[in-house]
Structures are given as C-alpha cells and as structure tokens.
C-alpha cells in the first residue's frame, strides 16, 4: 500500500510539473500573439467585415415580432431535455432505454467509445445535440427573412454551432481527457507548442497545419507525371505530358484546372492522377499551370486570362502537336473560364478550335451559388476590393483557403483543433491536404470582376452580358458536344446549379453526376478491388435536375472509364505518340515547371 501511495504521488508530481509548463508556455503564447497581432495588417479590425451583424439583427427583430413561435421553440426544446434527463436517469439505474438524439452517421466527432459507454459523455453529447439542432432549426423557421439573409444567417449560425461542440474542449472531451492522463499533460504542452509554432507561421493570424508539409515536394512525390514546359506568358505555363503508348489518338487534350489552387490536383501520386491516367490512355495531354501571382499581376484581369491562359494554351497546342482543334477540359473556376473561351472563339469564328468540351464541377449560372454565396454582397465586395488594394493589388491565399475551410469546419478546422492542439499530435501525411494548403494568391483586377459580374450580378449566363477582349459572348452559341461531371455533396459547385449547362449549351451534353464532394469525388480513379464513389447517368436531359435524378441510372466505381469511352468519339484516328519539344514548340524545363513550385508566405 506504501509504494502504491508513493506511486501515486510521484504520478501526481508529474502531472503537476507538466500543467507548470503549460501556464508557462500559455504566458509565452499569449505574449507573442500579442505582440504581433498589434503590428499585423489583417482583416480582424474591420467593422464586421462579413456584413453578420445586419444579418442577426434582422433575425432578432423576426423572431420578436412572433413571440408565440419562439415560446413555441423554447418548450419544444425544454421537452426534449426533460426526455433526456429521464433517459440518462434510468440509464444510470441499469435501465436500457435507447438515445433521445443520435449523431449524424458521417459525423466523425463522436467516434470514441465513450461517447456512448459512458453515461456522463453520452449526456454531454446528446445535450449537444439537442440545443444544436434546436437552435438551427430555430433560425431557419423564421419568417419574413429574404433568401440572402436567411441563408446568411444560418450559415453563420452552424459556424457556431460546429464551434462549440464538446468535442472541441479538452474537460468534455473524452479523448483528450484519456490522452491527458496517459501523458501526464504532454499532449498538451505539445499542443501549445504547435499552437504557438502556427501563430508564428502565420505572423501572428492562426494558420492551422492540416498537414505534414515536409512529406511532400512538388516534382518530388507529388506532380510527378513526366512531361516539359513547352510554353510561358505571364500568367501560365504550358506542360505536354511524355506519353507512355506508342501510339495516341490524334486530338489532344488540354486541362485548364482553376488558379484558385494549383493544378496537381489532377497530378497528386501515380496511383491517383488524371494527368497520368490520360497518358496511359494513348492521349498526348496538356495542362496549364497557373502562376501564382503578385503585385506585377494586380492589374490582370479576366480578359488577360482568356487571352494569356486559355487561348495563348490553345495555340500553343497547335504549334506543339500540328493539331488545330484540341478536347478541352476545365475544372471548377477554369472550367468557367473555359466555357467563357468556347463562347468567345464562337463569336471570333474560331469556334474549329475545340472539338469537345469536358467540364468538373463547374458553375456557368451563379443564381444558385450555395454556401460560397454567403460571402458575396456589396458591403464585404467594397471590403474584400479594399484589402486588395491595401494589400498591393492581390488577395492573399490564405484569406481565400479560410473561406473554403469554413464551408467544411468539423473536417478542415476543428478536427485539426482537436489533433494538433488537444492530442498534441502532428498531422498525418496526406497528399490532398498538402495541395489543398498550397494556395495561391488573386489578381485584384481578375478577382474583383469574377466576382461581381459572376457572383453577384451573373452577368455570364446572360447573353451578351459579359465583354471579354472586346467581345461579346454569349454561352448560348456552344454547339460542340459536352461531358458535364458534377458531384453529388459538392460545397462549393452545387450538382443542381450545375445542371444549368444542360439548358444553357446548345450541343449534345452528357451530364454525369458522381458521388462525393468537389474533390474526392473527381479524383477518384478505378479500383477494381477497392471501388469508391458511383455515379449516375440518364440519357435524357430533364429541364429540372430533381427530375433527371429521379431518372437516372447509378453505376458503381470510377466514372473516368465512362468519359473515355464518351471521349473516343471525338479523340480522332491513332497516329504516332509525339515527343514533347520536337514541334515548333522547345522544352523549356522539366514538368511540373517554376510556376507551380511558389509557395505562398504569410504577409509580416
């Protein structure tokens, strides 16, 4: 019993020493914020630079004006939580009544035994639950509120939501509790310390690690498809993939990812990149390489990369290759861009350029932008245009990565909360994650019009309504074939507002709706033994999306076999594989190319 009690307090000295270093190194933490953030030119000290405020006023003053349906509110929550007290009560007496609320079945936070097992954290969490769902449901019934503001306001109210989930805390949250003990406060003395690490990384603003960046180099183990750099304008780089068939169809393909990341998205490992698949394919493939730009390129705009991406792409293609007409493909924002190319090479009678048009998750009608409308009004586009310019003339990556971060919190924020800044641990080496934190910096010019002419005005899905390089163009006049892909949980290119292309071109569109989300779901290459996400096709193009999914027939594994199949009518005669640099074109340096390799760094 002696040595068992001098054990214990050898445990408990040890506990104690490690919670001293932790005041210590909290001090720390809050001295360098500090001290920094008076110094750091952010967006913390606008006067509610997002335009939330008006939003939940006006909340508040609907919810006033019908007292009855909020008092209505108030005891549907108090029943539920006198449920609850009952259930846990007769838990605790052995009782075996089920839950009053359950998580979400893809909710990951409540993945740890004892989230169940234990009585107490089974309170906790379904207490959670309910005030969550009560309040969310709360603000949505509302009435009186327009669409904007409505979906404002209950966007904002899920990021609070999602804020304060017991998961997020280490005295309610089982794991960490557990990870406390078992350490003796270790986990989260190193929880500080990447915590502080990610202050500093950030010049003072909170840039959370979501990955291992020195897992991974692009050119090393990702990006790694063989290919050259075969052509450069300010605004891109041109790459022409080695090929590895001895023979290839003769139309080539050209990709046009977005600028908003970078292009190996598409080229992550070998096991999971289009770039490469395409090549094995027997098609000679290119992609442009955005840059990622500075000040030099504050004054770019749409126009410029029309005319220095998309078409200075497509002539460079001709001169590589001998070939005049390509199979263009474009990917979210540059699949915007390209079908704004399509339009404009109608209207200058160039139309013979492009022979076929494959689209990934791409917006043309932005009346139904989904949560990304959120923060889209004047009041943050004067702010964001503001920033900009004070900025020297370009939107930081960071500030856009924020953005998309906050339309997945639990997966892209809280998660790495949890792990990084509770557990103490490092993040995992995942190579999505590394691409998805090497963001790159916008153009003010480019930004600002994509933005309001799109965004908020959607000026694109009116004919004529857009003027790109003094010409107008109308999306109307595509008349070429199309493989539209969207992707059934996308958060950024809602499936259903991208169905507007099946009313909007004027050829034959095949539409194809895959399962997953904006990334995952068009990153998903066949695996005969290990099949991920279907998709779903319909030979008939309804005039409702609603319609044509009820129609729809699914189909199980990777649809990239699906485009090829669809592609080969449109990809030519096989002619010999061509050799990057043996055209009117020369190498200019190994893929993946100087462009794609500049990071961007936190603003001091």
């Not at 990304?372 to 004067?382: A, C, M, S």
């Given at each position: 019993m002696a040595e068992q009690h001098g054990a214990n307090d050898g445990d408990g000295a040890d506990l104690a020493q490690a919670m001293g270093r932790i005041a210590e190194r909290s001090q720390r933490i809050v001295r360098d914020f500090l001290s920094r953030s008076g110094s750091t030119n952010n967006s913390l000290g606008m006067a509610d630079p997002l335009n939330i405020g008006q939003a939940f006023l006006e909340l508040t003053a609907r919810m006033m004006s019908n007292p009855a349906q909020v008092m209505q509110s108030q005891m549907a929550l108090w029943s539920d939580y006198i449920r609850l007290w009952q259930s846990t009560a007769e838990r605790m007496l052995g009782s075996g009544r089920g839950p009053v609320a359950v998580p979400d079945r893809e909710d990951r936070r409540f993945r740890d035994e004892a989230w169940n097992e234990n009585v107490l954290?089974?309170?906790?969490?379904?207490?959670?639950?309910?005030?969550?769902?009560?309040?969310?449901?709360?603000?949505?019934?509302?009435?009186?509120?327009?669409?904007?503001?409505?979906?404002?306001?209950?966007?904002?109210?899920?990021?609070?939501?999602?804020?304060?989930?017991?998961?997020?805390?280490?005295?309610?949250?089982?794991?960490v509790l557990r990870a406390t003990i078992e350490s003796k406060g270790e986990n989260l003395v190193k929880g500080l310390e990447n915590l502080l690490g990610d202050l500093e990384r950030g010049?003072?603003?909170?840039?959370?690690?979501?990955?291992?960046?020195?897992?991974?180099?692009?050119?090393?183990?990702?990006?790694?498809?063989?290919?050259?750099?075969?052509?450069?304008?300010?605004?891109?780089?041109?790459?022409?993939?080695s090929q590895t068939t001895e023979q290839v169809q003769q139309t080539p393909v050209l990709i046009v990812p977005p600028w908003i990341n970078k292009y190996y998205i598409l080229d992550l490992q070998p096991k999971n990149s289009f770039i490469k698949w395409c090549t094995d394919q027997g098609l000679t493939t290119f992609v442009v390489s955005w840059v990622n730009p500075d000040e030099r390129l504050a004054e770019k705009g749409f126009s410029d990369y029309l005319l220095e991406g998309t078409y200075a792409a497509l002539k460079?293609?001709?001169?590589?290759?001998?070939?005049?007409?390509?199979?263009?493909?474009?990917?979210?924002?540059?699949?915007?861009?390209?079908?704004?190319?399509?339009?404009?090479?109608?209207?200058?009678?160039?139309?013979?350029?492009?022979?076929?048009?494959?689209?990934?998750?791409?917006?043309?009608?932005?009346?139904?932008?989904?949560?990304?409308?959120?923060?889209?009004?004047?009041?943050?586009?004067?702010?964001?245009?503001?920033?900009?310019?004070?900025?020297?003339?370009?939107?930081?990556?960071?500030?856009?990565?924020?953005?998309?971060?906050?339309?997945?919190?639990n997966d892209l924020i809280w998660s790495f909360v949890i792990n990084n800044y509770l557990l103490g641990k490092d993040p995992f080496p995942f190579d999505l994650l590394y691409w998805n934190a090497d963001s790159t910096r916008m153009p003010a010019a480019m930004h600002g019009f994509y933005l309001r002419k799109m965004y908020q005005e959607n000026k694109l899905a009116e004919p004529g309504g857009l003027t790109l390089a003094g010409v107008p163009i109308d999306l109307t006049t595509i008349d070429l074939p199309v493989f539209a892909l969207a992707t059934r949980e996308d958060h950024i290119a809602p499936w259903k507002a991208t169905y507007a292309a099946t009313q909007t071109y004027s050829g034959p569109i095949k539409f194809v709706l895959a399962g997953s989300g904006h990334i995952a779901g068009v990153v998903n290459p066949p695996n005969p033994d290990r099949p991920r996400y279907g998709y779903m096709t319909n030979a008939r193009n309804a005039k409702s999306p609603d319609t044509w999914l009820a129609g729809a027939k699914e189909s199980p594994g990777s649809w990239w076999p699906e485009w090829r199949k669809w592609l080969g009518k449109y990809a030519g005669p096989k002619v010999p594989a061509r050799v990057p640099g043996t055209g009117e074109l020369k190498v200019i340096e190994d893929a993946p190319g100087s462009y794609v390799k500049v990071r961007t760094a936190p603003k001091a």
């Open positions: 954290f089974d309170y906790v969490k379904q207490s959670y639950l309910l005030s969550a769902r009560w309040l969310q449901k709360t603000v949505k019934e509302v009435e009186g509120l327009d669409d904007k503001t409505a979906q404002k306001v209950d966007f904002y109210t899920r990021q609070f939501v999602d804020a304060m989930a017991p998961s997020n805390f280490a005295m309610t949250n089982p794991e010049n003072g603003q909170l840039r959370i690690r979501q990955v291992d960046e020195k897992a991974f180099e692009v050119g090393r183990n990702v990006a790694t498809t063989p290919g050259k750099v075969v052509l450069q304008t300010d605004l891109m780089q041109l790459i022409q993939y460079g293609v001709e001169q590589a290759t001998g070939e005049r007409t390509v199979n263009m493909i474009g990917y979210c924002l540059g699949g915007t861009l390209t079908a704004a190319t399509l339009a404009w090479l109608k209207a200058k009678g160039e139309a013979d350029r492009v022979r076929s048009a494959t689209f990934f998750a791409t917006l043309i009608d932005f009346s139904e932008p989904g949560e990304l409308g959120v923060f889209i009004d004047e009041e943050q586009l004067v702010a964001l245009e503001k920033r900009m310019q004070d900025e020297g003339g370009y939107l930081d990556g960071a500030a856009m990565a924020t953005t998309f971060n906050m339309l997945r919190a």
